[in-house]
């Protein structure tokens, strides 16, 4: 049968990624009430940088000019309060938010041990045991982080942005517009690393499961490795091997990193438009530096949002892929089952007994192992399966054990 090692990568199946982003976020559906509680804190946290820009418009419009020292003193000790207020709700829900996604992490982990058990011998035999590891530890590990900032940072973004709009608009909406002109030369560049980034992360995904492969064959044949001195072809391969994720890392990375470049573009021809619209077509002049200040303020919180949505971006176009990994397995059926109607063994003699046996592995059923293979061994019997190799001496040893169930007979 053919046997996936670590000089192939796994053929993923192809799944959608809403079904997988929503399979992998109705995990915090288990903690309805912790993230209840920390969106209520996000709430006041963004509330508070929303209404810091107004503060300094009124301190530069209104008291400055008037020379109101009472009334700045009082400015200050708002935005003292509501900035402390800020901060101890940051702390909250960031604390909470990091237990909630361990958590889960946890969970997912030993649910997908306890999966594994239940699996037949085929599904490790045609794997690679060091690539299963990698998908409990490395691919669970991965999605602690997304989990954790799609609240943290997914949410506050959007309400930021959302806020920001509507404030910026009744205010401006020229100044608004003007501010907002990039925006679709941005949704394009995102669409398109995207689809890239995506294909290029499940890439990274499979070399770094094939070095786990490797060295979890290499160290479990040590002993062989070492009796032929086959050291220095052991640390080549090895190199080759750590040299392919390399490269498939840094093709990934190379897309990823380009919405940053993006971002900061658009951010400063947007920002470009904005003061020339006020200055040149506006004429807003110097009693109006404080509406100027804040808008300036606002864009700057417009797309500070969409720089942190961009970095969350990259972490779940990465970890998605681990995420497929991981669903993968845990929808894989158990190839052993209790036929409908099964009772409990009763004590047994012994006797074996194989009729007319014909078998095939599951993963290439075309082509047969077994063929009419009968033979009758009594309780309290010794035998012998004698054969040359690939005659199927191991597969009806797993038959026997019920490794694998019969394909006819």
Not at 103 to 132: N, P, W
Not at 213 to 231: D, K, L, M, P
Request: proline share 3%; charged share 20%; aromatic share 10%.
């Amino acid at each position: 049968m053919a046997v996936n090692t670590y000089k192939q990568n796994e053929q993923l199946r192809t799944a959608k990624k809403s079904v997988t982003l929503f399979r992998m976020f109705s995990r915090l559906l288990d903690y309805k009430k912790e993230v209840f509680g920390v969106l209520l804190w996000l709430l006041v946290t963004v509330s508070v940088t929303l209404i810091n820009p107004l503060i300094i418009e009124r301190a530069v419009n209104v008291e400055v000019p008037d020379r109101n020292v009472r009334g700045l003193i009082n400015l200050a000790l708002i935005a003292a309060v509501i900035n402390v207020i800020w901060f101890l709700g940051t702390r909250v829900y960031k604390i909470t938010m990091a237990r909630i996604s361990n958590r889960i992490v946890m969970d997912i982990r030993e649910e997908m041990y306890a999966h594994i058990q239940t699996l037949g011998l085929c599904f490790f035999d045609s794997r690679a045991t060091g690539k299963i590891l990698s998908r409990i530890i490395g691919d669970v590990d991965s999605l602690k982080d997304v989990l954790s900032s799609s609240v943290t940072t997914l949410i506050p973004s959007f309400f930021t942005i959302i806020a920001v709009s509507v404030i910026m608009l009744v205010k401006s909406p020229a100044l608004s517009l003007a501010a907002f002109a990039t925006l679709p030369f941005l949704a394009v560049g995102v669409f398109v690393t995207m689809i890239v980034g995506h294909r290029r992360w499940q890439e990274e995904k499979q070399k770094k499961s094939n070095i786990n492969a490797y060295v979890h064959e290499n160290f479990s044949g040590i002993r062989i490795i070492q009796s032929f001195t086959a050291e220095e072809e052991s640390e080549e391969t090895f190199k080759n091997v750590v040299e392919e994720h390399r490269r498939a890392w840094i093709r990934a990375v190379v897309v990823m990193d380009g919405v940053s470049p993006v971002i900061d573009v658009t951010w400063a021809v947007g920002s470009f438009l904005l003061y020339y619209i006020a200055v040149s077509a506006m004429g807003m002049g110097e009693t109006q530096v404080g509406t100027i200040l804040a808008f300036s303020t606002y864009l700057s919180m417009f797309w500070s949002p969409i720089r942190n949505l961009a970095s969350l971006y990259n972490q779940i176009v990465n970890n998605l892929a681990g995420a497929e990994r991981i669903f993968e397995i845990m929808d894989q059926e158990p190839e052993i089952r209790d036929r409908e109607g099964a009772y409990e063994l009763p004590p047994i003699e012994g006797r074996v007994v194989f009729d007319h046996v014909d078998f095939a592995y599951p993963d290439d059923l075309k082509t047969p192992v077994l063929t009419d293979v009968s033979f009758d061994i009594a309780p309290g019997s010794a035998i012998a399966l004698v054969g040359p190799t690939g005659a199927g001496k191991t597969t009806i040893t797993n038959l026997i054990a019920r490794f694998y169930d019969v394909t006819g007979g």
